[in-house]
């Protein structure tokens, strides 16, 4: 397991290959950048998530490779929900909307079907894994 100065790192470079190559980058076919404002600090966070699709709709879950803890950025848009994703080489403001109940369980079967590591991650940890609708802002 990377340590955490190890991730940022790693991710740092992710983003700069992302934002090089208008949102193309070698290996991952479904990236996003997702731009929160922290919930403590006030401070733009950016953050490469793999991201699903719902027809026309993007969601993202909050996995952490099954790690026990949410991660930072699940936080920062429960506190912030308006937030900016990159995609495409486009940028745009959305809404970050949390999945429940019915909605949850077909996103979480859907993300499975298009991720399989999902249900793994699921399995690691205690916690549910939260889905995240990215809804846009006109």
């Not at 953050?47 to 099954?66: C, H």
């Not at 990159?86 to 429940?100: C, F, P, Q």
Request: no cysteine.
């Amino acid at each position: 397991m990377p340590t955490p100065e190890e991730f940022k790192q790693f991710n740092r470079q992710l983003i700069a290959e992302f934002r090089a190559n208008a949102g193309k980058v070698d290996d991952w076919d479904s990236l996003l950048l997702l731009t929160t404002i922290g919930a403590k600090s006030s401070v733009p966070h950016t953050t490469p998530l793999v991201y699903s699709t719902d027809g026309d709709r993007i969601f993202i879950i909050a996995a952490t490779s099954g790690e026990p803890k949410h991660p930072a950025w699940y936080h920062n848009l429960l506190a912030n929900p308006e937030v900016n994703i990159e995609l495409d080489g486009e940028s745009r403001r959305m809404r970050a909307v949390i999945a429940e109940g019915q909605e949850y369980e077909r996103l979480f079967h859907l993300r499975a079907d298009q991720i399989p590591e999902t249900v793994a991650y699921q399995k690691m940890t205690t916690r549910r894994l939260p889905i995240v609708v990215l809804e846009q802002i006109d």
